[in-house]
């Protein structure tokens, strides 16, 4: 049975791409730096890496069925549009895949917008500086959130076991890649982002000033900000000048694991939510 199979093989298929992309990208960091690191990377690579044993082991005691084998419950029930309309598989896989890319995009969006998930999201922007560990340090209940929202998705559209598997091999992917602190030869990120997030194009998302923090939220497609109006090609800095993380936490101490999971409960919201930014700049 190729479901039984993909079901089985699910969690050694990502794992598997995890390790090597981490150690593809941290590699190219060490031998193509776009940045100078400006804080210690091996309390950021504890502090980042925790997190993400955390969430891996927080997320499988909440949420004990991986998206795929949900996405096989809603096919065997007929659940979402996909499941529902006799068109190519080609077709329906692609279509599932881009539809989970743009509500990632949303998503991302919104937990810029709305100031209570801005406080979970900012820790993923707190980091201060921008590496292949950044892609992965989210707030354990944000995690939990994308959880929830990514089941929602899949029943709505219907997406195939596959077509979730693959998404979720590529978004991972691509946020080690988007997040690398690599420099790229400037033509090649030129051509790439025409149709993908680069590097250089998340990391103006990651810059301290609010304007183009509420900028680029694609991770894997950069058509949505171009389509939204929510695109910003460089950061009015430069990449090398340019500061990385939130003004509110820039303490060494903010980037210990603890004081990470406490962020969203602490202070105020700050300038950053997007409804605070002023549209009428560029
Ligand atoms: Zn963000
Ligand atoms: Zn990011």
């Known amino acids: 049975m190729i479901g039984e199979s993909l079901l089985a093989n699910e969690p050694v298929i990502r794992l598997s791409a995890f390790i090597g992309i981490f150690a593809i990208m941290a590699l190219a960091e060490l031998l193509q730096p776009r940045r100078q690191l400006t804080v210690s990377k091996g309390l950021r690579w504890f502090s980042n890496l925790g997190i993400v044993a955390l969430n891996t082991a927080i ?3 909440i949420f004990p069925m991986a ?13 979402g549009v996909l499941n529902l309309v006799e068109w190519n598989g080609w077709l329906k896989l692609a279509l599932a895949v881009i539809a989970l890319d743009f509500f990632i995009w949303l998503q991302h969006v919104m937990v810029h917008a709305i100031p209570m998930l801005w406080r979970l999201h900012r820790m993923h922007h707190a980091d201060l500086d921008y590496d292949v560990t950044t892609g992965a340090r989210f707030h354990p209940i944000e995690i939990l959130l994308s959880f929830a929202i990514k089941f929602a998705v899949i029943a709505l559209l219907g997406a195939s ?3 979730v598997l693959i ?12 997040h690398a602190n690599v420099r790229l030869p400037l033509g090649l990120d030129a051509v790439l982002r025409m149709l993908l997030v680069t590097p250089d194009m998340h990391r103006v998302h990651h810059s301290s ?5 509420n900028s680029n939220f694609g991770f894997n497609l950069s058509i949505w900000d171009r389509l939204f109006g929510t695109y910003t090609a460089q950061p009015s800095l430069g990449h090398e000048n340019m500061q990385i993380g939130l003004d509110m936490f820039r303490k060494d101490k903010d980037e210990r694991l603890d ?14 939510a997007i409804n605070r930014r002023d549209w009428n700049k560029p």
């Not at 004081?259 to 950053?272: C, K, W």
Request: net charge negative; charged share 15%; aromatic share 14%.
């Open 59 to 61: 997320a499988r005691v």
């Open 67 to 79: 998206p795929v084998a949900f996405a096989f419950l809603c096919a065997e029930n007929g659940w």
């Open 161 to 163: 076991p596959v077509a």
């Open 167 to 178: 998404f979720e091999v590529i978004l991972n992917a691509m946020a080690m890649f988007n």
């Open 209 to 213: 000033i609010p304007q183009e923090c």
């Open 259 to 272: 004081q990470m999971l406490i962020q969203p409960f602490r202070d105020a919201t700050g300038e950053y």
